[in-house]
């Protein structure tokens, strides 16, 4: 690979310029942040890269190298072993020198790669965030976000693949793809505000069901939607709101268990909905914040008896007197008058009292 690093400039910290070609046992730091990668990347099979906490990483809007798929765009190739390893306090990024979505090809982790982990990772302004083709369970992302893609967050075409506590936000295209004989679980995660898109779409074969537990699907055309006679899903504890097809079982089997389904244009078509399902204003702090307020009737309701989706209850209010009251309350004068603002649930051993006066 033809490697020039700038090094130190005064004060200043100079990029790294990676022209291209074979990565040969490589540590990538922020000591040598930003990287460019002016041309595709190999990562052969006795190979590895590391890309340590705080380092960015940025990919040309042209493929000096004139290679891969994409004769004309930059795509990291996995072939050995890559190992991002950001924290929360120092995440790695791997971006786009332009920030317009689709300015490079993506991450491509081919069949025989041994090995491919993303953890507090962000990619963005890829077509493709990341597509694997790697079976078992060679690629998994936890604590990571890919956004601003021109078409898949992440493609899946093999593999047993664990996606935990991801978010896949403004993609052009299907966020999630889970096609040929891939599986996913992904948990505790958000599929939110990719407009005109279908959130998870499962078009595999594989006999086992992919599965979404605690997550938010919101803001997309489709929350989830199954394809193919094979294609198998099963939804539990999660939240699917604010999508104009909440879950679509167009072929397949879409199973839906201890979830709230509710303010999608269509809630539901095809799908026949299972034990613990309910249709209630789940009561979110705000339209950009899913964390549930006090009286959010997606509290107690997952199958374990905790709150449905990514984002349980900790100590945010309900915006007036509406949903589940959880505890009994107590109305004064000194607030009167009270508004209930919709449904007002009192559960079992929970007692509302009102002062006379009110």
């Known amino acids: 690979v033809a490697l020039v690093a700038v090094g130190w400039v005064g004060e200043a910290r100079a990029d790294t310029i ?5 990565i040969i046992n490589q540590t990538w730091s922020p000591a040598g942040s930003p990287y460019i990668i002016n041309g595709d990347i190999t990562i052969p099979t006795t190979s590895f890269l590391d890309i340590l906490p705080g380092t960015e990483v940025r990919a040309s809007t042209s493929d000096g190298q004139g290679s891969g798929v994409n004769t004309s765009e930059v795509e990291i190739i996995v072939e050995g072993t890559l190992t991002v390893t950001g924290t929360a306090a120092l995440p790695v990024v791997i971006r786009g020198t332009s920030t317009s979505a689709g300015s490079w090809y993506g991450i491509r982790v081919l069949a025989g790669a041994v090995g491919a982990t993303f953890v507090h990772t962000t990619v963005r302004h890829a077509q493709y965030g990341v597509r694997n083709a790697a079976p078992g369970g060679v690629f998994s992302m936890i604590d990571s976000t890919v956004e601003t893609t021109s078409q898949n967050g992440i493609y899946l075409s093999d593999g047993d693949v ?30 939110v505000n990719n407009s005109g898109e279908v959130g998870m779409y499962v078009t595999s074969s594989n006999a086992t069901a992919s ?16 394809s193919g006679a094979s294609a198998r899903v099963t939804v539990t504890n999660s939240n699917i709101t604010n999508n104009t097809y909440g879950l679509y079982e167009n072929s397949g089997t879409l199973d839906v268990l201890y979830s709230n389904i509710w303010g999608n244009s269509t809630n539901t078509s095809g799908v026949t909905l299972g034990t613990g399902c309910l249709s209630s204003n789940p009561l979110y702090v705000s339209s950009s914040n899913w964390r549930l307020t006090s009286n959010s009737p997606s509290r107690f309701a997952a199958d374990d008896g905790s709150d449905l989706g990514p984002l349980p209850y900790t100590s945010n209010p309900t915006n007036g007197l509406h949903g589940v009251l959880w505890s009994s309350v107590h109305l004064d004068t000194s607030a009167s008058p009270y508004t209930i603002g919709g449904d007002l649930k009192l559960p079992v051993g929970v007692t509302l009292t009102v002062d006379p006066g009110y």
Not at 18 to 22: C, M
Not at 211 to 226: E, K, L, Q
């Open 162 to 191: 664990d996606l935990t506590r991801i978010t896949l936000t403004n993609c052009g295209g299907t966020p999630l793809y889970v096609t040929s004989t891939a599986r996913v679980d992904l948990t505790n995660s958000f599929v």
């Open 18 to 22: 990676i022209a291209g070609g074979n």
């Open 211 to 226: 599965t979404a537990d605690r997550c938010i699907f919101y803001g997309n055309s489709y929350g989830v939607y199954t």
